[in-house]
């Protein structure tokens, strides 16, 4: 509906006269006190009398994600990343993943995304769910369902676990991050962080994250969400940008800082973890 309503604004010559008298009444004025020069003027009307090639690409390329007054922040248009489908591209500049030939490496929470180097998955949904975008990816490697909580395994009897983007949303962290240690002999943990879930508002997603989280050298924290955390943030336009098939300013800065947007520990026999609910209450700790 946007894009109608850009392209029937830019195809109509009415609409560029009308800015044109506008900015030249505004410029006008100006010079009269200022003495500004009449270049300035021409270069405000060469900016917004767009090209006729501009109109026909946007007539045919996806047009999703642009600032409401993209008629007058265009500069140029570049290739953008698109949907976030392959996080290990990220994961493997942050992280040295190594691994010995027959090792058994499983993937807790695969959902759309499996770990390359896993050689099970596990996933509790099975299904379509909120908890991703994409339908769950299953290929010749062994998929188990089953819930973090609960594995269905036997003592060690992997040499890695990787949960990545699924501490978030358990509903008791102490159980998880105890499952993860006894099935595992080491692994890795990812999580968004605060800034993340509140710049791309899944804040009010409902039955979604019920836990941010920090991690302090190898202390995992859990933080519930509090309640008049759960709210809308008013926009969306962080998130569009992020997936937007066009180059824009907050790709660079998220693709460029993922470790700002993410938490990533890479633990070997333990790790600690602390869980406090919404009330400041700390409600377990590995220390106990």
Known sequence: ?????????????????????????????????????????????????FSNSLFEQLKT?????????????ILKKEKGYGKMIDRFSYQKK??????????????????????????HLLDFFDKE?????????????????????????LDKEFDFAFCSHLLE??????RACKELMRIAKRGYIETPTRTSDMMLNFTHLPNHHKWHINILNNTVIFMEWKDNERRNM?????????????KNPFQDVFY??????????????????????????IMSNSQN
């Open 1 to 49: 509906m946007i894009k109608k309503y850009l392209i029937s604004l830019i195809n109509n010559k009415l609409f560029s006269r009308f800015f044109y008298k506008l900015f030249s009444f505004l410029f006008n004025n100006l010079n009269n006190h200022n003495k500004i020069s009449s270049h300035v003027l021409q270069k405000c009307r060469n900016d917004i009398d």
């Open 61 to 73: 390329d996806e047009l999703n994600v642009f600032h409401p007054q993209i008629p007058f922040l």
């Open 94 to 119: 942050y992280n040295n993943f190594s691994f010995k030939p027959n090792e058994k490496v499983l993937d807790v929470g695969s959902g759309h995304d499996p770990f390359p180097y896993a050689t």
């Open 129 to 153: 769910t909120t908890h991703r975008y994409e339908p769950l990816h299953k290929d010749d490697r062994p998929f188990i369902k089953g819930n973090i909580e609960n594995m269905p395994f």
């Open 169 to 174: 949303h358990v509903d008791d962290p102490e």
């Open 234 to 246: 008013g926009t969306d336009y962080f998130f569009n940008q992020f997936h937007s098939t066009w």
């Open 256 to 281: 460029n800082n993922r470790d700002m947007f993410v938490n990533m520990l890479m633990w070997e026999h333990s790790f600690d973890y602390l869980v406090i609910d919404k009330n400041g209450k």
